[in-house]
């Protein structure tokens, strides 16, 4: 098959691109790094004690507590993610057993290549183990790594930032953003070139059998999407008991400021959005597009790009996320050095400018590789119409469904989350009667924010289809993340401000300092939202083509997989139960720490004499020990009722069951995960906008400590473990659902293809 790019480009230019992007990322941190930051300080046991002093002695002594706050900050995250990465690598190593035992039985253990109808060898089911396994395990360690470096970057650039923040909001600005370009391009670059190294390895292990090649690769999504779900849920746990404890005693009871040094849990808060919104968000990400590509690949192997082995068709996928991260190198530059924001009112506009931008430049990009990577058509991705050919500019139309569907829906995202519109306005006007208006506003505003990104996620779902069948679908999810690092370097831009923001708080910088810090948070507030958005949106599609490769996978046909089948109508109801079950669980142990946080920390104002005063320094050791002992061991029973759901129910209830399961999780996941999301959005930026006092409606609400605040106050807390723990866990779990399923496919087929259970009662 005839394309105008030889197999060269393939070999050569997606190496190139994610080198490319890991390099750029070393250029901006080396950018970050010039900026000092002095430490000096002593680390005795009361080495902190002097970040509770009202007076600051010049620029050296606010430089040394910025840096021993960064050190506390960093040593808490590091702590953590050690400790949860030791218990989460136990949990792996033992599942890693149970896909390589599973896989490997389909045929009983035989080690014979077989030669097929086509005269293909075939590779015997144990070498799909060992190497699904194999792949597992470096999806797993590079989901791991991308999490630790992002966590390390944006510990490294806090203090830094409101260092910056001193100068103005520009050097603020460019210091947070420029870090978070860190995480995006090296997550993302990383995430490639580990790819690509693993298929040419399998490559040259596999030979003629593509097919068997790409059936291995799905264990890459499943290792990173596995870690991603720990990750998330763990570190959402963590971050929003601190956050909780320290909003309800510190500002609702106490009337201190947010990330005033008395209060205990200040620290655990800090620690906690380096390890929830960065750490979880960039293995979420990452998971999202290992899982996208593996779809596409899965698929593609049984069309006519398999048969004819042509690798820089069958490379197409990676070809649009190399191409993706050029495209947004070029990006990043404006919003770096071309037109940074100089002022308050243009954070969110450079930010938003970001986004459009790599969408516009990768639109024609996307037109491009279609048409030179790909034959001019080809066959093969319809099951029931095997010669209908899709035509090459055909797949640049389901790429850009995706690619300007995911701006729409962080457009959107934007609207309902931003307090610089109606909807979040009228959400902070609700504070006026009291924390009950509040929550039912924000409840509201959560719900019919699902609307227009469901009706985008839907055409992409029909575009995709009706063009190229589930790889179509694929293609959609991939062009929806082919901006994933500018994706995520704006997202990793608002923990980093937050973060800087609680430094210049406790090192005592002025209000004036703090103003552009909450200035730069409230915009990272938004960018959170819409990153959430992203990932919703791109994990639907993903979760869908798994789904339909899981179906080829499991040799179920149209009309087995009815809904009218009571098997598969009875694992639909199920299966649209599990994120109401999964968020119970996550939520009430976001509640449960919280719990432990709150008392400890009015313990301690009731206990420590001089504490309120600011004589005395609080234990903030004993915090941090409450938030990672919570959410190590409060995050296993969701990681099991994920992970376990698809291996007991396509064991006992056979692949129809299953099939009904996954569809259910998806079509109820998503409207919970989005509005979750944006709720929590909302009722936080309602707070900010009370707070900020900038316009003639928000004075009036009273700002700090008046009534409405404290309503708010309140609302903000009840949204914390929505749009930080529950909402963005779920996307993980209807991906995660699905490639687990793909990956057992061939054991359930093999074995259990009619459940054990309903074997043994017909």
């Given at each position: ?30 950018r970050v790094s010039s900026i000092k930051v002095h430490g000096g300080v002593s680390r005795t046991e009361d080495g902190r004690s002097y970040l509770l002093e009202e007076e600051q002695r010049g620029e050296s002594e606010i430089e040394e507590k910025a840096a021993d706050l960064q050190a506390a900050i960093s040593e808490g995250a590091n702590s953590f993610l050690f400790t949860e990465y030791k218990y989460v690598s136990i949990f792996m190593g033992c599942f ?473 109508f009875a694992g639909l109801l199920v299966g649209a139960m599990l994120p109401y079950w999964f968020s119970a669980m996550t939520m009430k142990s976001v509640g449960k720490a919280a719990l432990a946080m709150v008392e400890e920390v009015r313990n301690q104002f009731n206990t420590i004499p001089g504490l309120m005063e600011g004589t005395a320094r609080p234990d903030y050791r004993r915090c941090v020990e409450i938030s990672t002992a919570a959410s190590i061991s409060e995050m296993i029973p969701p990681g099991i009722l994920v992970m376990g759901t698809p291996l007991i129910v396509g064991t006992l209830f056979g692949v129809r069951t299953l099939a009904g399961v ?101």
């Open positions: 098959m005839e394309t105008v790019f030889g197999d060269a480009v393939a070999t050569w230019g997606i190496p190139i691109a994610a080198i490319l992007g890991v390099l750029f990322a070393i250029l901006q941190w080396q890693s057993v149970i896909i390589f035992v599973l896989l490997s039985s389909e045929d009983g253990f035989q080690t014979e290549w077989k030669e097929d109808d086509k005269g293909v060898l075939r590779a015997p089911a144990i070498y799909n183990g060992a190497f699904s396994t194999l792949s597992f395990l470096v999806g797993a360690a590079t989901s791991i790594l991308s999490g630790y470096l992002g966590m390390a970057i944006a510990t490294y650039a806090n203090a830094r930032t409101a260092l910056e923040a001193r100068k103005g909001i520009a050097p603020a600005f460019m210091a947070a953003f420029r870090s978070g370009a860190v995480m995006g391009f090296l997550l993302a670059g990383n995430a490639l070139l580990v790819l690509f190294v693993v298929l040419l390895i399998l490559r040259k292990v596999y030979g003629d059998d593509w097919e068997g090649l790409y059936e291995a690769i799905t264990g890459y999504g499943l290792g990173g999407s596995s870690i991603a779900l720990f990750g998330r849920v763990g570190g959402g746990i963590y971050t929003k008991a601190a956050d909780v404890g320290a909003d309800l005693v510190g500002k609702v009871e106490k009337d201190i400021p947010e990330d005033d040094p008395r209060n205990p849990a200040v620290i655990a808060d800090n620690v906690g959005d380096n390890v929830g919104d960065i750490a979880g968000m960039g293995a979420d990400l990452f998971g999202s597009f290992a899982e996208s590509t593996c779809a596409a690949l899965v698929v593609s192997s049984v069309s006519s790009l398999g048969a004819t082995h042509s690798w820089v068709a069958m490379s197409y996928p990676l070809l649009i996320t190399g191409s993706g991260i050029i495209v947004c190198i070029l990006t990043t530059l404006i919003a770096t050095d071309l037109r940074p924001a100089r002022v308050v009112s243009e954070i969110e506009s450079t930010l938003k400018v970001q986004l459009v931008v790599s969408t516009l430049i990768m639109t024609p990009v996307a037109y491009v590789i279609s048409i030179c990577a790909l034959p001019s058509e080809f066959t093969g991705l319809f099951a029931e119409e095997p010669e209908r050919a899709v035509k090459n500019w055909h797949m640049f139309f389901c790429v850009a469904v995706g690619l300007w569907g995911g701006l729409v829906i962080g457009l959107v995202t934007e609207y309902y989350t931003s307090n610089r519109f109606q909807p979040v306005q009228d959400v902070a006007d609700a504070c006026r009667t009291g924390a009950a208006t509040d929550i039912i506003f924000g409840l509201a505003l959560g719900y019919k924010s699902a609307i227009i990104p469901c009706f985008m996620i839907a055409i992409c779902i029909f575009t995709g289809f009706t063009i190229a069948h589930m790889y179509g679908i694929a293609c959609a999810a991939l062009g929806m993340l082919a901006t994933i690092a500018t994706c995520l370097a704006i997202d990793a831009y608002g923990p980093i401000s937050d973060n800087a923001g609680g430094i210049a708080e406790m090192a005592g910088m002025g209000e004036d300092i703090r103003e552009r810090t909450d200035a730069l948070d409230a915009a990272g507030n938004t960018t959170a939202a819409i990153g959430k958005g992203f990932a919703i949106g791109s994990a639907a599609l993903v979760s869908l083509a798994l789904f339909g490769a899981y179906v080829t996978r499991a040799g179920i046909s149209l009309q087995d997989s009815s809904i009218l089948d009571p098997e598969v996954l569809s259910g999780a998806l079509v109820s996941g998503v409207q919970m995960a989005v509005s979750m999301s944006n709720t929590g959005g909302a009722w936080d930026n309602a707070k900010k906008y009370i707070e900020a006092g900038a316009s003639e409606h928000a004075r009036e609400l009273g700002g700090k400590g008046s009534d409405c605040h404290k309503a708010a106050v309140i609302g903000d807390t009840v949204g914390d473990p929505l749009k930080d723990t529950s909402g963005p866990s779920l996307n993980i779990l209807i991906k995660l659902m699905a490639v687990e399923s793909l990956v057992l496919a061939p054991f359930f087929l093999a074995h259990t293809k009619d459940g054990l259970l309903f074997q043994f009662f017909k």
